[in-house]
């Protein structure tokens, strides 16, 4: 019944945010935009987006090398690529992550099995290294450039937003790399009858803590998550580019991030609000830059689906071991997804 009902709210704020955003653009005019893409620009964009892919799966390949499973390249460009799949086309019945987790702890066992804790702690610290690179880039290129953004309520929500990601941030990392403030949590939710998922995050807690004494790795597993958000950057900046738009490399090295984070919210895989923000932070074209790098977007949704189709994935089996097991990740990265 939760399930249903936060789909419901889901579904119901990007209706909302779409509808409100197609009454306020010219449409005409987005066309016209689109109608006029550079191709040399749009290709440029487009290998930079597939290139945040390849080093987002990098990342992800010296997470699982750091809890001691080595494993094939090609293989996790696959995996990763089931995940960008779900969560384009099914973002509200499965996470592209929990897609992942479940391959990973199931097609690699014939190696050295991964356990579905382990295959977990890597997609999350994963994002918390994404989301350390996140908040890094926003924060700094707020400072740097924030007087930017024109309207001053515009800059003060995006202020406002930043200050509560990274808090949300900083909580998450405390919790997972903290034993006894997850001794905390893990009482509180057994005193509101929830002692199951206590439970699981503690196993995947045990797991992520497991880094801690790999610092050196850790900082290049930082360095590459930099090295991410600033390819994407540079993605819709020469998707920018494409459609006439002047303004300055380190302009959407403060506007992408502000909207990445804004995706986070509540809505069907971030549309809605990702719309919204590209129209408010690039108000000549921004819906137009928003669909070209939705294409971006699908276009590795579309590749991740003729892979899994060809490897004989089947969305049912990973339904009822989602179910089984009581786990859901949110989706919504961007072509490299992962923050």
Known sequence: MNRTLGTIVR????????????????????????????????????????ASVGVNVYRWQVLLSMLGH???YRQLVRLYLYGVFFNLVLPTSIGGDAVRAYYTSRETARDQPIGLADAVASIFAQRLTGFAALVTFAILFFFLGGTAIGDRR??????????????TFILVAAVSFSQRMMNRLTAWLAWIKLASVGNKLGRVADAVRRYRGQRR????????????????????????????????VWYYFLSVPLITIVM???????????????????????LSLSLLFLSCTALAGLIGGVVFARGGGRKSEIQSWAKEHEYEFNGGEDPGDDK
């Not at 909302?16 to 987005?30: H, K, R, S, T």
């Not at 900082?219 to 300055?248: E, M, N, W």
């Open 154 to 167: 515009v800059r003060a929500l995006a202020a406002v937003v930043i200050a509560g990601f990274s808090a």
């Open 11 to 50: 579904v119901s704020i990007t209706a909302a945010l779409l509808g409100i955003i197609l009454l306020e653009v010219d449409l005409p005019e987005v066309w016209k935009h689109l109608k006029q893409t550079n191709p040399g620009w749009y290709a440029l964009g487009l290998t930079a987006a597939f």
């Open 70 to 72: 080595k494993r094939p």
């Open 217 to 248: 790795l850790f900082v290049r597993v930082f360095t590459v998550a930099f090295v991410f958000q600033a390819t994407v950057c540079l993605s819709v900046f020469c998707l920018g580019r494409s459609l006439g738009l002047t303004d300055p």
């Open 264 to 286: 986070m919210g509540p809505s069907l895989g971030g549309h809605g609000l990702r719309e919204g923000g590209y129209v408010v932070l690039f108000p000549t074209a921004g």
